[in-house]
T-cell receptor, first 115, second 112 residues
């Protein structure tokens, strides 16, 4: 079946502009995560959605970052007034958070470059 | 706070030798510990996971051990092969929920 998809795959934007990144999780997955991965670095947790519960936004680095999710489907991560330090790969993952597995399935990522 | 420490950050082993990567976590309520492998330019993929009710799990050449008292867990790869070269991430659940926090990663290189 279809895996997690993300769009765009690459985004180049000028400093100060807003960007919107999209994630389509696997159908039926109630949990959805956003991570940031700078070049050669680890996976930095940003935000976590679980069903209809309030999202865990504890990883968002500043108020320029926000995310939404419509029910248990698409999620968008918005970065306002982008800065050069926002340049990174943004990875989305989804999982079945109930039952026997919490395995996360990652999307291919969106490579964001802020010039 | 929520933290997963991972060591070493880089590891180079001779082909055929074993590799060990260690992680510690801070939340005693953590109950699920996955390991992900990320090859260059690709997305992370789950290779093995362990729950808090077991101490060890094996899958062919890879194994994971968990010490709940000490709050640490380790990945063991035996008979390493060139295709094992990648970045490996450990992770742990937090807040007794599915929120998953990752370690900083270990870049494993296998020398021919």
């Amino acid at each position: 079946g279809a895996g997690v998809s993300q769009s765009p795959s690459n985004k180049v934007t000028e400093k100060g502009k807003d960007v919107e990144l999209r994630c389509d999780p696997i159908s039926g997955h109630t949990a959805l995560y956003w991570y940031r991965q700078r070049l050669g670095q680890g996976l930095e947790f940003l935000i976590y959605f679980q069903g209809n519960s309030a999202p865990d936004k504890s990883g968002l680095p500043s108020d320029r970052f926000s995310a939404e999710r419509t029910g248990e489907s698409v999620s968008t991560l918005t970065i306002q007034r982008t800065q050069q330090e926002d340049s990174a790969v943004y990875l989305c993952a989804s999982s079945l958070s109930f039952g026997q597995t919490y395995e996360q399935y990652f999307g291919p990522g969106t490579r964001l470059t802020v010039t | 706070g929520e933290n997963v420490e991972q060591h070493p950050s880089t590891l180079s082993v001779q082909e055929g030798d074993s590799a060990v990567i260690k992680c510690t976590y801070s939340d005693s309520a953590s109950n699920y510990f996955p390991w992900y492998k990320q090859e260059l330019g690709k997305r992370p993929q789950l290779i093995i996971d362990i729950r808090s009710n077991v101490g060890e799990k094996k899958d062919q050449r890879i194994a994971v051990t968990l010490n709940k008292t000490a709050k640490h867990f380790s990945l063991h790869i035996t008979e390493t092969q060139p295709e094992d070269s990648a970045v490996y991430f450990c992770a742990a659940t937090y807040s007794s929920a599915s929120k998953i926090i990752f370690g900083s990663g270990t870049r494993l290189s296998i020398r021919p």
